[in-house]
């Protein structure tokens, strides 16, 4: 028996006059994965997201959220996902508590309910003595776990997650992250997009890369780094002084060694930690002192550079005229 995806998106589109925010978009989310959408500012993810979770209609294309059709079925695909956005959408002016309870009534679920999922929700994401507080006293973090709590309150199977930790600090977003994939291990979907490459490294079981509305790579993460080239063992000597001979010995291992200038490092290709293991062995009956000795994969950074020519976090030649066209 084939199980249906969780969520496809099928030559997605959306054009606000010339601009063509999404281009002919395509991809598929298998149940109980993650699927991060890495894009800069401006390449069309926000965009993506709303189409899926019916807030805006394609220009062209279509997509299915739990087997719904998003633009035959909204109500169904309404039922099936959560949704947050870049910016908490929470009521401030309520308490926390009291944001669920709204929430709740507005799903038409029973107060019990609502009351007992709080309570679970406000122990899993460490919100049980703030759930009093007026949410406009919560910090950038807790405000962003409330947001997340209020779209897991009826418990949807498929979960939309546009930029969740944007300016949230280090600790704040590594909580998060260990929430998410609590919540990947016990069944549910996510579709995340995100242009901080680590979260996308830690997150997605696959990866669609997207630029200028287009999807310009898909694949996992290790898939993905492959693209950008060979993994590379780095060697930091003790001493500068063993450059050279350093340099001579790795040599004899790997035809293409790179000596940083003005540093004591030096870098080989490598196929994998055979190649490690060999170039370590050889160092260590050689008599030349190191300090580090590890191998390298291509980061994703590395990755999006290969494919755009920029880095994930800016877009180059941006036209400053649709800066107000939603993406």
Do not use: C
């Amino acid at each position: 028996m084939t199980v249906a995806p969780a969520v496809e998106a099928v030559e997605l589109a959306k054009h606000f006059g010339a601009n063509r925010a999404v281009d002919g978009v395509s991809f598929v989310v298998p149940s109980g994965t993650v699927l991060g959408l890495l894009g800069p500012n401006g390449a069309g993810k926000t965009t993506l997201v709303r189409m899926l979770t019916t807030l805006s209609v394609p220009t062209s294309g279509t997509g299915r959220v739990a087997g719904f059709d998003i633009r035959e079925q909204p109500n169904d695909v309404r039922r099936s996902m959560g949704l947050t956005g870049q910016a908490a959408t929470v009521d401030e002016i309520l308490t926390g508590r009291e944001n669920l309870k709204l929430i709740g009534g507005l799903y038409g679920l029973s107060r019990k309910y609502v009351r007992e999922t709080t309570e679970y929700l406000f122990d899993r994401f460490d919100l049980t003595a703030a759930a009093d507080r007026a949410a406009k006293t919560y910090s950038g973090g807790m405000r962003r776990r409330l947001d997340l709590a209020v779209s897991l309150l009826a418990a949807p199977p498929i979960l939309f997650l546009d930029e969740p930790t944007t300016g949230l600090d280090p600790h704040s977003r590594s909580g998060l992250w260990e929430v998410l994939r609590d919540l990947v291990r016990e069944g549910t979907t996510l579709v995340l997009t995100t242009q901080y490459l680590e979260e996308a490294d830690h997150l997605a079981d696959e990866i669609v890369v997207v630029d200028k509305g287009r999807v310009i790579a898909a694949g996992t993460p290790t898939q993905l780094k492959d693209r950008a080239g060979q993994a590379s063992v780095v060697v930091t000597l003790t001493s500068a002084a063993d450059l050279d001979d350093a340099a001579e010995l790795m040599r004899s291992q790997s035809p293409e060694v790179h000596v940083e200038p003005g540093s004591r490092r030096l870098t080989a290709k490598a196929d994998g930690l055979g190649d490690m293991t060999r170039i370590a062995a050889v160092f260590e009956s050689s008599g030349i002192a190191i300090d580090d000795l590890g191998l390298a994969r291509p980061s994703l950074d590395d990755v999006f550079l290969h494919l755009t020519g920029h880095r994930a976090e800016v877009l180059p030649g941006a036209d400053p005229t649709t800066q107000g066209v939603p993406q």
